[in-house]
């Protein structure tokens, strides 16, 4: 049995990796591209690495990768890589979840195959793939949520199950640096990073000695010293990172914001700003708003407007109260702000249902983490890469290194029957199963977990498998939540990027509801011949 787990192992990594290696390896770009690659290319060029509203880690990487190769498509390889290497910890944390369930009664072969294909799932699925090709961080996200969440199951088994403080020290400290490298890399993964150091906090307060507790705090400061500072020192004069997060949260509620303005303006509210300055800006708002609709192509029907278009077309709102502040970025950022929380105070249950109504893009029948079509066509996007990165400045730079790192002079040789992902049956009707499967399991595992977390009886048997599918599902959550908050779950990439840590909750929530079942049918059994027996 073994000898086939193995074989099959091979089997499933061998087709993984000749799916990747079958495509083209020249990365995909977007708009977003030049803030990842500019400082990469700069540096190669001999100049500052800079800092263009991305955090540094990304563009450190992609630098690496430059660096080492002279060839752009060894960024594709080092994404691919790091893909299936997210799928060799998937099958780790599966192994060691097994400590959180004694005496499992779906093991050997059964539990190590559920293993198999939900890594397979993982590695087979076009979305996956498709964000490894992308030179953006989403092609290395699955890898670090999967490094994040086996660290988190370490820290539990370890410290607060096995009781061994001192291997639970050590892996608390790696997962403070895997959480903050999390969340600096995608800074829509903050509230999952802060969920996942929980269960190190619970460690930390009531259990470990103190030179254990002095270790982990001396590894958050080595991890803040490494990660956070030189992201300080560097974004230290970069006007984009201090106006990226309130010009979202200005054009994501740009509806509600021109209403409240109105309101303002009517009332004679105190604010700070001169009522015929504000409403100028009202009427420019509400004028901005209805061109976002008439003209943008990422027209988003739940807001009725653009918010991408009012943040970046260059005659847009955005671009209008940088010029109304002459360029004074403190008090630009400090007015959306001020009507960013106005909106809270005047308007909570409008924002609080726009909060909802993209929860429930994510909470539908069918999960949109997964992507069940056939044909992924990535030609568009080899063709909006040239569009993204046709650029008078990313010309100049390529002009000085070698053909390889040029990607527009790759992509022009890339031959247009190259350009599609596709998915074979084999994967679209178990993703489609999983889509469809992943708010019952939820609402299953959500009913169980309540009733062993009630019962004595039950709790100490299931409930640490309980718990850990209560912080898989609230991982998600999590990500969703923040999301929700600041920007839109109409942006798929939002949710896609939630495959792997969805799958190892589903996974999670399968075995929990099996042993769970087997266990209530064996009392009932033991019951009933018990009641025959009398």
Request: charged letters at 15%.
């Amino acid at each position: 049995m073994r000898l086939l787990y193995w074989a099959a192992l091979l089997a499933i990594f061998g087709f993984a990796t000749w799916q990747r290696f079958s495509l083209p390896l020249d990365p995909i770009a977007d708009p977003d591209t030049w803030g990842y690659l500019s400082p990469a290319l700069r540096k190669l060029a001999g100049a500052e690495f800079g800092h263009t509203g991305r955090n540094f880690i990304y563009p450190g990487f992609l630098l690496l990768m430059l660096r080492a190769s002279d060839d752009v498509r060894a960024i594709t390889v080092a994404q691919h890589f790091l893909g299936l290497l997210a799928a060799g910890v998937l099958l780790l944390t599966w192994r060691r979840a097994c400590v959180f369930l004694p005496n499992p009664r779906i093991g050997g072969a059964a539990r190590s195959g559920l293993g198999l294909i939900a890594a397979a799932l993982f590695l087979f699925a076009g979305d996956q793939i498709h964000f490894e090709l992308k030179i953006r961080p989403e092609g290395v996200s699955a890898f670090l949520i999967s490094v994040n969440l086996w660290l988190a199951i370490q820290v539990v088994a370890s410290g607060l199950i096995e009781k061994r403080t001192t291997a639970a020290t050590a892996y608390g400290s790696a997962l403070v640096f895997s959480s903050i490298l999390l969340a600096s890399v995608k800074p829509t993964f903050v509230l999952a990073a802060i969920l996942a150091v929980l269960p190190l906090a619970v460690f930390f307060l009531h259990g470990g000695r103190a030179g254990q507790k002095f270790a982990l705090a001396g590894a958050a400061m080595i991890t803040v010293a490494l990660l956070v500072l030189p992201e300080r020192l560097l974004s230290r004069n970069d006007e984009n990172s201090r106006t990226f997060l309130p010009t979202t949260l200005f054009a994501m509620h740009a509806n509600l914001i021109r209403d409240q303005m109105a309101d303002d303006l009517q009332r004679g509210a105190p604010i700070p700003y001169p009522s015929e300055w504000l409403q100028h800006v009202q009427s420019a708002l509400s004028s901005e708003i209805a061109k976002s609709a008439a003209a943008s192509r990422q027209y988003h029907v739940s807001l009725g407007f653009s918010p991408d278009y009012l943040m970046y077309h260059p005659t847009s709102i955005a671009a209008q109260l940088r010029n109304e502040f002459g360029g004074n970025i403190t008090a630009l950022c400090a007015f959306y702000r001020v009507y960013y929380w106005r909106i809270w105070q005047h308007r909570p249950l409008l924002v609080v249902r726009k909060i909802a109504h993209q929860l429930s893009i994510f909470y539908a029948p069918m999960c949109p983490a997964y992507n069940w079509a056939q044909i992924l066509p990535v030609g568009d996007e080899y063709e909006r890469s040239v569009k993204s990165l046709d650029l008078p400045l990313y010309r100049k730079i390529a002009r000085s290194h070698p053909a390889e790192v040029d990607i527009l002079n790759r992509i022009g040789n890339l031959p247009r029957s190259q350009r599609v992902i596709e998915q074979g049956v084999y994967i679209r009707k178990p993703l489609g199963l999983l889509a469809a499967t992943y708010l019952p399991m939820l609402f299953i595992s959500l009913g169980f977990s309540i009733f062993v977390l009630l019962r004595k009886t039950h709790r100490g048997r299931f409930g640490w498998l309980a718990a850990l599918v209560l912080f898989m599902y609230s991982y998600n959550f999590a990500i969703c939540f923040e999301v929700a908050v600041v920007s839109l779950l109409e942006y798929r990439r939002y949710m896609l990027v939630q495959m792997y840590a969805t799958t190892l909750a589903q996974l999670f929530a399968l075995w929990f509801i099996l042993e769970f079942a087997i266990k209530m049918r064996g009392d009932g059994e033991t019951i009933g011949n018990r009641a025959a027996g009398a």
